[in-house]
């Protein structure tokens, strides 16, 4: 079955792409064979058809992309630079075609569908908030491959351009408009006839009037040779700050992007398709395609065997208005679009906790990713109570109260009574056991855990986790119900810490140990940034909120003993009145609310000197190896299903660097022999809290990968 069909109208080809069997459009082989049959085969050689439209079959999706399997099957950077040449013959055979051709975009228009779309003669998109068009392929270790660094700087400028490529991002269709991406923007339900009025006026010869796509700054800068080598230097800065070196693909695409405007096209191609070789068989690109393919694979998963029903509903209860609470009735009416009740103890903490949620729907405002007729909308579905109105009406309730176990069973006794006998029950914990929290519920069939992470309208991940008897609907439930919040959603064993905070604390543990020791505070976080992640931990720590963190660690240091007993730092931080961002004072100063560096009275308080030589080595090692050998210890105790579920929550969930693929990749990258060897010597050297886990010995006995090649 051809992916390509096509109809006539008024003398214009209109040929709809629409792959069979698939929910988008993606140019594999097949299609791609498919469509250059037609395209320059039928459509070209027809005296009749004056020019073409290429539509979308698929509802709000233009084309997603090339077809990511086909990475997989390079062998080398010979084969890699291959694959793009043929890509970008064929978008420079679309360019050279002998009559208009109009791309009529509504929904994703993405990566090699952009670049398609850049070669045609015209593009019409709708304005839908579907509707996006960008060059995401270094979200994935790779560069634009098929002529997408030199035609799109040549379509809206180079500093726009490198944007777009350097981030991965997408654009809205009225950005996309503005900034020349797009030349005609139209309502959905004119698309076709806007696109066959276009190409007819292409077709008798009508030179088309674009917008000029740079103002006085494209002048000074995009135009003129010592512009564009200040941009190419500040965007090769900006990268590097931004990456610490670690993602070679946005630089390699600044050095496409710069051989084409520098040399001309046919340079900037070869440049283009040689960079786009050695990523694609990059460690970086093969760990970033992973993490493309374990997520995909997680929006199909719901933790339950296939078919299980998940609940319908319209409306959301929340119990708790402060900081977590306020966050999830914020984002719930953001993304899922219901109704949401938010409950607390008076009404004061319900009107501030609704005040905190309406901040999230004004910045989507602020940022024009909702209009303001859908702001008024969403606005209207957020209202509070002090007691339990309105409550018989939900479909799913989320306690969200202050992280102590005898508050928590107290208010799941007051809500379970109040809520209708099929609504589903869940607690957003951090680390306190579902089955303790529910152990006093007469239905806790319809109970379990949903941990978000802070702020929740910013982290990505979610943690469900059930209890010993929670019904296989409420896990689909409170799953699907996470995906519509926009997150990526793991299902985890009911356990102290669950996954995230399991193989955290140790982590931050030992960062307060090295501070104890006198290891400067600046420089452990900027080993751990080094090593990927996105922060230190001594920010973390801040950032959490001290007052959290030890209410955590004493949990954990309760389970699990003293092999994961809390240093002595933050008690001594407490005592001292510091909590940490929250109330301006912890391990750094704050000023007007933002981190203004290490704050240097913490080491009187802690009665230490820093040290001025530190094995920064050492740091790393201690800090790394504790968690990844925590992670193999809690993925052998069954607290995630499989690797692949421990590796997105570590990245989406505490950032763990993504080009490393997730602690368990990170494992199988160096050999669990050589992190077993590793923390055998820091044992030897700081203690039996580094002693290899069974399981992470085992594997290095057996020489056995976490993943198979």
Known sequence: MSAFHVTFEQGIALLVFDLPGEPVNKLGPAAVADFERLFFGQLAQDPLIQAVVLLSGKPDNFIAGADIDQFLLIADAEAGAAMSQAGQDLINRVEAYPKPVVAAIHGACLGAGLELALACSWRIATDHPKTQLGLPEVQIGILPGAG????????????????????????????????????????????????????????????????????????????????????????????????????????????????????????????????????????????????????????????????????????????????????????????????????????????????????????????????????????????????????????????????????????????????????????????????????????????????????????????????????????????????????????????????????????????????????PIDVIDRVMTRYGFPVGPATLLDEVGLDVAAKAGAVMHTAFGDRLAPSDLIPKLLADGRMGRKNGRGLFRYQEGKKAGVDESVYAVLGITPRSEVDEVDVRDRLSCLMLNEAAMALAEGVVRSPRDGDIGAIFGIGFPPFRGGPLRAIDASGPAMLVQRLEALTLAHGDRFTPCAALADHARAGQPYYSR
């Open 148 to 519: 997408g660094c030199q035609r799109l700087p040549r379509t809206i400028g180079l500093r726009a351009a490198l944007d777009i490529i350097l981030a991965g991002k997408s654009e809205r269709a009225q950005k996309a408009f503005r900034l020349g991406l797009v030349d005609e923007l139209v309502h959905p339900a004119i698309l076709k006839e806007a696109a066959i009025a276009a190409a007819l006026r292409l077709a008798s010869g009508e030179t088309p009037q674009r917008a000029p796509k740079a103002g006085l700054g494209g002048m000074l800068l995009d135009r003129n040779p010592i512009g564009r080598r200040l941009v190419y230097r500040q965007a090769r800065a900006t990268v590097l700050k931004k990456t610490g070196g670690n993602y070679p693909a946005p630089l390699e695409a600044i050095e496409a992007v710069k051989a084409g405007l520098e040399h001309g096209m046919e340079t900037g191609l070869r440049v283009e398709r040689e960079g786009f070789g050695r990523l694609a068989v990059s460690d970086v690109a093969r760990q970033l395609i992973g993490i493309f393919f374990a997520t995909t694979a997680l929006k199909k998963d719901d933790g339950v065997p296939p078919g299980t029903p998940a609940k319908k509903f319209r409306r959301l209860g929340v119990v708790g208005a402060g900081f977590m609470g306020a966050g999830i009735a914020g984002t719930a009416v953001t993304q899922a679009e219901v109704e949401v009740r938010l409950k607390d103890t008076d009404l004061a903490r319900v009107a501030k906790g609704l005040g905190s949620a309406q901040k999230i729907l004004d910045g989507r405002l602020k940022r024009k990713r909702v209009t303001r007729y859908q702001h008024e909308r969403l606005s209207a579905l957020l209202s509070g109570t002090e007691d339990w109105s309105g409550f018989g009406r939900t479909g799913l309730v989320i306690e969200a109260v202050f992280e102590d176990l005898g508050l928590k069973q107290e208010v799941m006794a007051d809500l379970e009574a109040a809520v209708p006998a099929d609504t589903i029950i869940a607690t957003n914990t951090s680390t306190i056991p579902i089955a303790q929290i529910g152990a006093r519920l007469r239905h806790p069939e319809r109970f379990l855990g949903m941990h978000f992470f802070s702020p929740v309208d910013r982290m990505p991940l979610l943690e469900v986790i059930p209890g010993p008897v929670t019904a296989p609907t409420a896990i689909a439930t409170a799953v699907q119900f996470g995906r519509k919040m926009g997150k990526t959603v793991i299902v985890v064993r009911d356990s102290p810490g669950f996954w995230v905070n399991r193989i955290l604390l140790p982590y931050m543990a030992e960062a307060g140990r090295l501070i104890e020791e006198g290891v």
